[in-house]
């Protein structure tokens, strides 16, 4: 209907057509801030006439709005406003300058088209679209095509060289995670890389380094450490609560408490591509990690554990509750070894992935053989 660069292609017969055919036909709209202004009769200008613009929508038949802001310079980050007719949604990340943006708003649509086909929910398919786009714009922001305004957007990713591009999130390596703990090292006279090849090599499919007494310097320099551990092995490395640190390293991505960084900031400074994990206790914890762009969720501590001051538990009744409310993969976390491990996993709860261990692997004097043991429970819970 209206174009980024401000070009008006439909006239008042078809934005009339729209409004009365259309729409109420419509699984999704996806009107940027002029389309939406020219459906409704009205400006929209902020992010405050943005939720006002996706309810009037709402109203006129469609069973989803999605609401683009992109063209909302008011802000440094990018928001869209999500609405299903119950809940309204702001869907923010970073603002990417660059002017090679024809086409976005195609692409997106198209890209939520296919989610859908493949069966993903409507919220879950218009962020892994907005996902998709934010890469491509990053992966493109620098080139310089054509005479125009406006450059294409490149949705395919064929003119920059994406081989550094970390791979994307797979809730299965949830399965067996490993949270280190410097006490626990020096204890047993064994450094962090150390702790860490051990693990990877009994069957840790992903690794957190915790690091909560370490200057910057010395934990910035054992996350580029076990990075190169790591990475040749394909197990992401998530930097718990150090945002800093783990921008600074590249790392995999980070975990975020209840009392750190808030995951929808931690998103903004991490951009689309890095996984981002939030320690959750209650359903509404859940639903604000979803909300945020989290990419999924600890639940815990399940049982007792001397690894936190504040030895809060859910027991197995509340993380059941938890993961039966969340939209988000889930990994248990709190006392959990090789003596109740099953009990965790035989939940029947489809999004719980896996379980994440801190003494049961690095309180004890092998650490690989110690991971060997929990990787076969596990297995065999499966």
């Given at each position: 209907?209206?174009?980024?660069?401000?070009?008006?292609?439909?006239?008042?017969?078809?934005?009339?057509?729209?409004?009365?055919?259309?729409l109420?036909?419509?699984d999704?709209?996806?009107?940027n801030?002029?389309?939406?202004?020219?459906?409704l009769?009205?400006?929209?200008?902020t992010v405050?006439?943005?939720?006002?613009?996706?309810?009037l929508?709402?109203n006129?038949?469609p069973r989803n709005?999605?609401?683009?802001?992109?063209?909302?310079?008011?802000?440094s980050?990018?928001?869209d406003?999500?609405?299903?007719?119950?809940?309204?949604?702001e869907?923010?990340?970073?603002?990417?300058?660059?002017?090679?943006t024809?086409g976005?708003?195609?692409?997106?649509?198209?890209c939520?088209?296919?989610?859908?086909?493949?069966?993903s929910?409507?919220?879950?398919a218009v962020?892994?679209?907005?996902?998709?786009i934010?890469?491509a714009?990053?992966?493109?922001k620098?080139?310089?095509i054509?005479?125009g305004?406006q450059?294409?957007?490149?949705?395919?990713?064929?003119?920059?060289n994406?081989?550094?591009?970390?791979?994307?999130?797979n809730?299965?390596?949830?399965?067996?995670?490993?949270?280190?703990?410097?006490?626990?090292?020096?204890k047993?006279?064994?450094?962090?890389?150390?702790a860490?090849?051990?693990?990877?090599?009994g069957?840790?499919?992903?690794?957190?380094?915790?690091?909560?007494?370490?200057?910057?310097?010395?934990?910035?320099?054992a996350?580029?450490?076990?990075?190169?551990?790591?990475?040749p092995?394909g197990?992401?490395?998530?930097?718990?609560?150090?945002?800093?640190?783990?921008?600074?390293?590249?790392?995999?991505g980070?975990h975020v408490?209840?009392?750190?960084?808030?995951?929808?900031?931690?998103?903004t400074?991490?951009?689309?591509e890095?996984?981002?994990g939030?320690s959750c206790k209650?359903?509404?914890?859940?639903q604000?990690?979803?909300?945020?762009?989290?990419?999924?969720?600890?639940c815990?501590?399940?049982?007792?554990t001397?690894?936190?001051?504040?030895?809060?538990?859910?027991?197995?009744?509340?993380?059941?509750?938890?993961?039966?409310?969340?939209?988000?993969?889930?990994?248990?976390?709190g006392?959990?070894g090789?003596?109740?491990?099953?009990?965790v996993?035989?939940?029947?709860?489809p999004n719980l992935?896996?379980?994440a261990?801190?003494?049961?692997?690095f309180?004890?004097?092998?650490?690989?053989t110690e991971?060997k043991?929990?990787?076969?429970?596990?297995t065999?819970?499966?």
């Amino acid at each position: 209907m209206v174009s980024t660069s401000g070009d008006v292609l439909a006239g008042p017969s078809i934005v009339s057509g729209f409004r009365e055919d259309l729409l109420p036909m419509a699984d999704i709209v996806t009107p940027n801030v002029k389309e939406a202004s020219a459906l409704l009769g009205m400006q929209v200008a902020t992010v405050a006439d943005m939720h006002s613009a996706a309810k009037l929508l709402h109203n006129l038949g469609p069973r989803n709005v999605l609401v683009k802001g992109g063209d909302l310079h008011d802000s440094s980050d990018a928001i869209d406003i999500f609405f299903d007719g119950k809940d309204f949604y702001e869907l923010r990340s970073s603002r990417v300058k660059t002017r090679n943006t024809h086409g976005t708003g195609c692409s997106l649509a198209s890209c939520i088209a296919a989610e859908l086909a493949k069966g993903s929910p409507m919220l879950s398919a218009v962020k892994v679209a907005k996902r998709f786009i934010e890469t491509a714009l990053d992966y493109s922001k620098d080139l310089v095509i054509g005479n125009g305004p406006q450059g294409p957007f490149d949705h395919l990713l064929r003119l920059k060289n994406t081989s550094c591009r970390q791979e994307a999130f797979n809730p299965s390596d949830l399965f067996l995670y490993a949270v280190t703990d410097s006490g626990m090292n020096k204890k047993w006279g064994r450094s962090i890389t150390d702790a860490v090849k051990s693990a990877i090599e009994g069957g840790a499919t992903i690794i957190q380094l915790r690091e909560k007494d370490a200057d910057t310097g010395e934990f910035l320099e054992a996350a580029q450490a076990c990075l190169k551990i790591c990475r040749p092995h394909g197990v992401p490395l998530l930097v718990n609560d150090r945002i800093d640190i783990a921008l600074a390293c590249d790392a995999n991505g980070v975990h975020v408490g209840q009392s750190d960084m808030p995951a929808r900031v931690a998103r903004t400074l991490l951009g689309p591509e890095k996984i981002i994990g939030v320690s959750c206790k209650t359903p509404q914890h859940a639903q604000q990690a979803w909300i945020d762009g989290a990419d999924y969720i600890g639940c815990g501590g399940v049982y007792p554990t001397n690894t936190k001051a504040n030895n809060l538990t859910v027991g197995l009744d509340g993380l059941k509750t938890v993961c039966l409310s969340s939209k988000l993969p889930v990994v248990a976390i709190g006392g959990i070894g090789i003596s109740n491990a099953s009990d965790v996993m035989r939940l029947g709860v489809p999004n719980l992935k896996g379980i994440a261990v801190v003494s049961a692997l690095f309180d004890r004097e092998c650490v690989t053989t110690e991971t060997k043991k929990l990787h076969a429970v596990l297995t065999e819970a499966q």
